[in-house]
């Protein structure tokens, strides 16, 4: 049993590992040892921490910060022809100021996507009520190439870094495979233009202070800062964009199944004030029928089970429609 003790410490910036242990031949031990116990110690201390060497090519994340700021500045109604209201999956575009975080409209714009099955595909006339096509704008063929290209980069990303999470947990690095060999994921494009002050009364930040309510964060963000991480002393860190590195945080899946050995963090996304600022959140989750729960070896007689268990798919519907009541047709 792991002994339980303070998570998010009062940190005063964001670690950076070395993951190329993780994404190479994995054949030295000493390494892999090295990167698994600093996931732990960012993990329990933190929650976030920016990975560098993980074998993505500059060039596509080059193409993918373009393609982004290519479709948002799009008139208005060439990105409403994607309205998410056209998608029974919840997918598509979400206009500025339309997606709710503590009862405040959040300052962003976004679209979002899943797994692409087309309507007649198995899975998706089985009922699965969050599996369908995604929406993509027309006379856009790179934009459609480099995200998809980025979906299956960030699959292989996740599962890599998800053994190192494994690993720094103790456990084979194999332990969350089963749970995620059909991973549930999704990303979002977003779009955070300067906020004015003459704007509507309930928006709050580009996007509220919250948690992930999922298992792994994986974000490619661009030059312009906003992310704040919240410490133990209510101070906010800045999470600035660092070249060559993404930024990785853990979400409430995993405090679960570690019984709150490991916490998701406080973040947030403050508005620029003067430049728009894009970014790509790629959320790596358990598979759909997943059932979570806390793992016997962070639980005893002293430290019972903080969590029941939970269907992860019924509770992933329940958020995304929460999440979008007002957007969703």
Same mark, same amino acid.
């Given at each position: 049993?792991?002994?339980?003790?303070?998570?998010?410490?009062?940190?005063?910036?964001?670690?950076?590992?070395?993951?190329?242990?993780?994404?190479?031949? &994995? +054949?030295?031990?000493?390494?892999?040892?090295?990167?698994?116990?600093?996931?732990?110690?960012?993990? @329990?201390?933190?929650?976030?921490?920016?990975?560098?060497?993980? &074998?993505?090519?500059?060039?596509?994340?080059?193409?993918?910060?373009?393609?982004?700021?290519?479709?948002?500045?799009?008139?208005?109604?060439?990105?409403?022809?994607?309205?998410?209201?056209?998608?029974?999956?919840?997918?598509?575009?979400?206009?500025?100021?339309?997606?709710?975080?503590?009862? @405040?409209?959040?300052?962003?714009?976004?679209?979002?996507?899943?797994?692409?099955?087309?309507?007649?595909?198995?899975?998706?006339?089985?009922?699965?009520?969050?599996?369908?096509?995604?929406?993509?704008?027309?006379?856009?063929?790179?934009?459609? @190439?480099?995200?998809?290209?980025?979906?299956?980069?960030?699959?292989?990303?996740?599962?890599?870094?998800?053994?190192?999470?494994?690993?720094?947990?103790?456990?084979?690095?194999?332990?969350?495979?089963?749970?995620?060999?059909?991973?549930?994921?999704?990303?979002?494009?977003?779009?955070?233009?300067?906020?004015?002050?003459? &704007?509507?009364?309930?928006?709050?930040?580009?996007?509220?202070?919250?948690?992930?309510?999922?298992?792994?964060?994986?974000?490619?963000?661009?030059?312009?800062?906003?992310?704040?991480? @919240?410490?133990?002393?209510?101070?906010?860190?800045?999470?600035?964009?660092?070249?060559?590195?993404?930024?990785?945080?853990?979400?409430?899946?995993? &405090?679960?199944?570690?019984?709150?050995?490991?916490?998701?963090?406080?973040?947030?996304?403050?508005?620029?004030?003067?430049?728009?600022?894009?970014?790509?959140?790629?959320?790596?989750?358990?598979?759909?029928?997943?059932?979570?729960?806390?793992? +016997?070896?962070?639980?005893?007689?002293?430290?019972?089970?903080?969590?029941?268990?939970?269907?992860?798919?019924?509770?992933?519907?329940?958020?995304?429609?929460?999440?979008?009541?007002?957007?969703?047709?």
């Amino acid at each position: 049993m792991r002994t339980m003790i303070s998570n998010n410490s009062f940190f005063k910036e964001i670690p950076v590992i070395d993951i190329s242990p993780l994404v190479g031949p &994995q +054949d030295n031990p000493k390494s892999l040892r090295k990167t698994a116990k600093e996931i732990e110690n960012a993990c @329990k201390n933190i929650g976030f921490f920016y990975v560098k060497n993980h &074998q993505i090519p500059q060039n596509h994340l080059d193409a993918v910060i373009l393609v982004m700021q290519e479709f948002f500045n799009l008139p208005e109604e060439e990105k409403m022809e994607i309205h998410i209201g056209n998608s029974d999956v919840f997918r598509g575009y979400t206009p500025l100021g339309k997606e709710l975080t503590n009862a @405040k409209y959040d300052w962003h714009e976004c679209v979002d996507f899943g797994l692409d099955l087309e309507p007649n595909h198995p899975e998706v006339i089985a009922g699965n009520q969050l599996l369908g096509p995604n929406q993509w704008p027309e006379n856009q063929p790179n934009f459609r @190439k480099a995200l998809e290209r980025h979906w299956d980069l960030m699959i292989l990303l996740g599962r890599r870094i998800t053994e190192g999470l494994a690993m720094s947990l103790g456990f084979d690095k194999k332990k969350f495979a089963r749970f995620m060999n059909k991973s549930h994921s999704f990303m979002r494009i977003s779009n955070y233009p300067p906020y004015g002050k003459d &704007q509507e009364e309930n928006v709050g930040d580009g996007i509220g202070a919250h948690i992930d309510y999922g298992f792994l964060t994986i974000l490619l963000q661009d030059n312009i800062g906003g992310l704040e991480v @919240k410490n133990a002393d209510n101070e906010w860190v800045s999470a600035p964009m660092i070249p060559g590195t993404f930024l990785i945080n853990i979400g409430h899946m995993i &405090q679960r199944w570690t019984n709150d050995y490991y916490k998701a963090t406080v973040h947030r996304v403050i508005p620029p004030k003067h430049e728009t600022r894009c970014s790509l959140p790629f959320f790596f989750e358990p598979n759909f029928d997943a059932i979570v729960v806390p793992l +016997d070896t962070f639980c005893s007689k002293n430290n019972p089970p903080r969590y029941k268990p939970f269907h992860f798919g019924n509770y992933l519907e329940s958020k995304f429609t929460t999440s979008y009541s007002d957007t969703v047709i």
